[in-house]
T-cell receptor, first 113, second 114 residues
């Protein structure tokens, strides 16, 4: 079945470091891909999305490119801030099927000042 | 940005009590969802609805029940709470944006059953 695999955390970085959180997926057809972020004590917020191969989603300095050849959607940011500390979820949407979203298990990110 | 509300935000109750977790959205979305989030952060879909009078069980078996009498309201009920129900419950709604559905989440209800 469809699935999302993302790197296990926690990931701990110093402020201004470069961030990569790996995400790969398995799906039939052509899913849409998402990154959601969950700040402490809150629900999930959509961070960015991409709907077809080679699309790049971007928001708040974060970027991810839909790579069909490697079935990947890695999240990157050039210079992280303490305020980026959160849990990040990679997800896919089963377009034109049941439209459910399949989430990865989440990656906790800690940014040290 | 979607507005989706959950009450209460925190609830501590004793075993055997009946509880209802409220979820409302003001965007007119047809699709709504309930997720259970365990301490390890993983999300599990427990219920969903594609419209009024439509409810389905999700991927994770749950003793809770849901109803969808109005588009904007999707409450979750536990008839007899137990310590194993202690968890974070997240409600979401979605709309079609282009080819795909984008889900919007409420702030969650953290339930503790003693």
């Amino acid at each position: 079945g469809d699935s999302v695999t993302q790197m296990e955390g926690p990931v701990t970085l110093s402020e201004e470091a470069f961030l990569t959180i790996n995400c790969t997926y398995t799906a039939t057809g052509y899913p849409s891909l998402f990154w959601y972020v969950q700040y402490p004590g809150e629900g999930l917020q959509l961070l960015l999305k991409a709907t077809k191969a080679d699309d790049k989603g971007s928001n708040k300095g974060f970027e991810a490119t839909y790579r069909k050849e490697t079935t990947s959607f890695h999240l990157e940011k050039g210079s992280v801030q303490v305020s980026d500390s959160a849990v990040y979820f990679c997800a896919l949407s089963r377009v034109n099927r049941d439209d459910k979203i399949i989430f990865g298990k989440g990656t906790r990110l800690h940014i040290l000042p | 940005e979607a507005d989706i509300y959950q009450t209460p935000r925190y609830l501590v109750i004793g075993t055997g009590k009946k509880i209802t977790l409220e979820c409302s959205q003001t965007m007119g979305h047809d699709k709504m969802y309930w997720y259970q989030q365990d301490p390890g952060m993983e999300l599990h879909l427990i219920h969903y609805s594609y419209g009024v009078n439509s409810t389905e069980k999700g991927d994770l078996s749950s003793e809770s029940t849901v109803s969808r009498i109005r588009t904007e309201h999707f409450p979750l009920t536990l008839e007899s709470a137990r310590p194993s129900h202690t968890s974070q419950y997240l409600c979401a709604s979605s709309e079609r944006e282009g080819l795909e559905d984008t889900q919007y989440f409420g702030p969650g209800t953290r339930l503790t059953v003693l």
